[in-house]
């Protein structure tokens, strides 16, 4: 295919052409040039929108579909489809469905559903056999399937010998062990932020504590063991002092947050909004300063969407039996770029890569085209229309974004937004 797109502002700020307004003209998925008012003949497509601008394709270390069998709430076709209507071109794929991505076969399976599709899916592994945190699932045969990580979504690693073990064993084959941040015994039956607005509305509380407790415990399992450790999606002040502090002392350790707590506090629950019910939960105003101050210093590694679709079944109920996750692939950019700078919120857009052992693309002469598309100028209301995914179950409804993704460029494919 022979694709030219015309009078695009790159964003990229390992790139000599950025900030630069330039056509690319890119041949059989390759950038064959970039310049100013490039001529090219027999083009098979023009790209060519209002406010245009290019990056290199953004990237999500931790999104959620359903398929298999959650298909109701989203399919791996639809799911990737969003994912590139949102601008994303490579995502990590978290193993949450039924049966669990446990074993080779699974893994495999999830990558041959997707193999011919614009983005490309790296799926995280369970951490234990169905994620039921008793045994190790089998770590290297679902690497060797293509796993790029190995993670009990969302569910805490509660015996500590198992996470002694997995970090020792991953060492094997250089492998990256995620452990989600929160004590279940700390936590309990916790439905949002313990504070003062769970005190007012009745509403069983998860302490930050819960959280900063488990960390402390895996900084420590990992000093004595070595290895690569992941946190995804921390939320509380305290959590940025540990990892910083860890860092410090050398512990290979990463960490990410997830956008929606970038946004929004437990204030949002006055109404009782089951979108508003996520783990980690909503926490306050003091831990968002943290941790954007932590964005800022590199002590936290990279933003996600934490995308979670879940049909309406299980959200339009009572807020105590609603299941936690909010989409979040289509509100990530207009979000981000709402309370950063747009070349900030570039930089998170396409951080992470090198943690999971994926080559970082580049915007030259010569490379692999691999670009998000976007126009970050433009102001709107998030509404139920800008939703790409099977389900509704948004937290940014209603909220006023800037900027939109117009889509990618991957893989020799092109997917835009009608």
């Known amino acids: 295919m022979k694709l030219l797109i015309r009078s695009a502002i790159i964003i990229d700020g390992t790139s000599e052409f950025h900030k630069k307004k330039v056509d690319i003209l890119i041949i059989n998925g390759i950038i064959e040039k970039i310049g100013n008012s490039i001529k090219a003949e027999n083009i098979d497509k023009e790209i060519n929108l209002k406010d245009l601008h290019v990056s290199k394709g953004w990237f999500d270390s931790s999104v959620s579909f359903g398929e298999p069998g959650f298909e109701e709430r989203e399919t791996i076709e639809n799911g990737i489809r969003t ?18 991505l446990d074993n080779n076969s699974s893994i495999t399976s999830v990558l041959s559903k997707a193999k011919d599709l614009a983005v490309r899916i790296y799926p995280i592994g369970a951490l234990t056999r169905r994620s039921q945190g008793v045994d190790l699932a089998e770590m290297y045969d679902m690497y060797q399937a293509g796993a790029v990580s190995f993670s009990d979504y969302k569910s805490a690693v509660m015996h500590p010998n198992l996470l002694k073990l997995a970090l020792l ?25 313990e504070e003062n607005n769970s005190t ?18 895996d900084l420590t399992i990992l000093e004595y063991t070595g290895g690569k450790l992941h946190i995804p999606t921390i939320s509380a002040e305290k959590s940025v002092k540990l990892i910083k502090e860890a860092k410090k002392r ?40 943290a941790l954007l101050k932590g964005l800022k210093e590199g002590t936290i590694d990279m933003v996600t969407s934490d995308h979670a679709p879940i049909d309406i079944e299980h959200k339009k109920v009572e807020f105590e039996n609603a299941l936690n996750g909010t989409l979040g692939l289509e509100s990530s950019f207009g979000a981000l770029n709402s309370i950063l700078p747009l070349e900030e919120t570039i930089d998170l857009l396409t951080k992470g890569r090198g943690r999971f052992h994926i080559s970082e693309p580049q915007i030259k002469e ?23 995914s099977t389900s509704k179950n948004s937290l940014f409804l209603q909220r006023n974004l800037k900027g939109k993704s117009y889509g990618i460029v991957h893989r020799d494919r092109i997917v835009l937004v009608d």
């Open 366 to 388: 010569g490379a692999s085209a691999n670009l998000s598309l976007f126009n970050p100028l433009v102001s709107f209301q998030f509404q139920e229309s800008d939703i790409f």
């Open 200 to 217: 007012k509305l009745g509403l069983r509380g998860i302490p930050a504590f819960a959280e900063e407790l488990q960390i402390s415990r």
């Open 169 to 193: 064993y991953a060492q094997n084959f250089d492998g990256l062990v995620q452990s989600y941040p929160q004590d279940n015994d700390i936590a309990g039956h916790g439905l949002v932020n």
């Open 83 to 100: 994912a590139a209507l949102s601008g994303y071109t490579e995502i990590c794929l978290n193993g949450n469905t039924d049966p669990v």
């Open 250 to 289: 050398g512990l290979n350790v990463s960490c990410s947050v997830a956008i929606h707590n970038l946004i929004f506090t437990d204030d949002v629950l006055a109404e009782f909004p089951t979108t508003a019910k996520v783990l980690p939960p909503l926490r306050t105003k003091k831990d968002i300063k």
